[in-house]
């Protein structure tokens, strides 16, 4: 079974989650797309009715209204579900997200979810979080080298995500700093301190935050709960 057709099932496994009338946070990648696309499918076929989609990133904003899921924008009600994706998942569900940019608007949506449920393949699975992946750091373009300078004394491998001539710009008009955990990190600390860094925005931890996550591997999906 290739990646992307792990990614449908993990997607497929969590889409059975969501109700009819439910408000849905809706991620943003190439795992949630599936599930974006699952959900419009379940609606154009009656298998779902009155769901509404709030959307995480201009992509997946386009995707959900293509497949005709009405969106609206985010407001202070709590969300009953929200499905995403994650670039790390640790085994008491702590993630790392935003390596596609969208971190900020995940986080601002699914700390408002009742159920934030993970999608993913297999090979996002971690012991310790920074273990594979770069932590997306989201920061004001205003003053961003003095910004880079105080990050870097924090997480001196850190560097602008820059993948052509101009920095990668976020749907919220910010610049991204991905940047290596070294082992032995205390996160919780990190994640304060790393909040605590004049010019950051957000940073790519979601910390206690997931309810479950679905993860798909060749003999299937495997529903995991915090440990
Ligand atoms: O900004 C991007 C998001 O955090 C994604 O959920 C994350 O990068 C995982 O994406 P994918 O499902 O494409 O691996």
Redesign the pocket.
């Known amino acids: 079974m290739d990646l992307e057709a792990l990614?449908r099932e993990a997607a497929l496994r969590a889409v059975a989650l969501v109700k009819s009338g439910d408000r849905v946070g809706l991620?943003?990648?190439?795992?949630?797309k599936y599930a974006i696309e699952e959900i419009g499918r379940k609606l154009a076929a009656g298998e779902l009715t009155g769901v509404v989609g709030v959307a995480t990133s201009e992509a997946s904003d386009t995707l959900a209204r293509q497949v005709g899921i009405p969106v609206e924008p985010l407001d202070p009600r709590p969300l009953d579900i929200a499905l995403?994706?994650?670039?790390e998942i640790a085994p008491n569900l702590d993630l790392i997200?935003?390596?596609?940019?969208?971190?900020l608007r995940?986080k601002l949506t699914e700390v408002q979810a009742r159920r934030f449920i993970v999608i993913?393949d297999q090979t996002?699975l971690v012991e310790h979080i920074g273990e594979k992946s770069a932590l997306?750091i989201e920061i004001a373009r205003f003053g961003f080298l003095s910004t880079i300078e105080r990050l870097r004394a924090v997480l001196p491998s850190g560097r602008l995500r820059q993948p052509g001539a101009q920095p990668y710009v976020t749907d919220n008009g910010n610049y991204i700093f991905d940047a290596q955990i070294p082992a032995g990190t205390d996160i919780a600390a990190l994640e304060r301190q790393l909040k605590g860094t004049l010019g950051v925005v957000d940073t790519?931890l979601f910390l206690g935050m997931a309810e479950r996550a679905f993860v798909a591997a060749p003999d299937g999906v495997t529903e995991l709960t915090p440990r």
């Open positions: 990614k991620g943003t990648g190439s795992t949630a995403d994706g994650a670039d997200k935003g390596l596609g940019g969208a971190l995940e993913a996002k997306p790519g």
